[in-house]
């Protein structure tokens, strides 16, 4: 009884194991498409923003917004290596 308990549980556990969790999926795919379109977005979206806001303001808004571009690259390529390292990746089937 006690060893058949015991398998229950590595079964589990093993079955926890296997598949990550469907918002961690979701989190590593969000990051990738994130990390591959941010350089692609921010020049166009500051060129804007800077045209609004006036030629003066417009030199400070592209390096604020230059450097805050970088750190939610840089926050994005950590979460997505700390997602992937804690849940592996499962093979396709």
Same mark, same amino acid.
């Given at each position: 009884?006690?060893?058949? $308990?015991?398998?229950?549980?590595?079964?589990?556990?093993?079955? $926890?194991?296997?598949?990550? @969790?469907? /918002?961690?999926?979701?989190?590593?795919?969000?990051?990738?498409?994130?990390?591959?379109l941010?350089?692609?977005?921010?020049? @166009?979206?500051?060129?804007?923003?800077?045209?609004?806001?006036?030629?003066?303001?417009?030199?400070?808004?592209?390096?604020?917004?230059?450097?805050?571009? $970088?750190?939610? /690259?840089?926050?994005?390529?950590?979460?997505?290596?700390?997602?992937?390292?804690?849940? @592996?990746?499962?093979?396709?089937?």
């Amino acid at each position: 009884m006690a060893h058949a $308990i015991v398998g229950l549980h590595v079964g589990q556990a093993t079955s $926890i194991r296997t598949e990550p @969790p469907h /918002w961690v999926v979701l989190a590593v795919k969000i990051c990738v498409v994130g990390i591959l379109l941010l350089p692609l977005g921010t020049p @166009p979206v500051l060129f804007a923003a800077s045209a609004f806001v006036g030629p003066q303001a417009g030199e400070s808004l592209r390096m604020v917004g230059s450097m805050v571009a $970088i750190l939610l /690259w840089l926050a994005m390529l950590a979460g997505a290596q700390i997602l992937t390292a804690h849940f @592996p990746p499962v093979p396709r089937r």
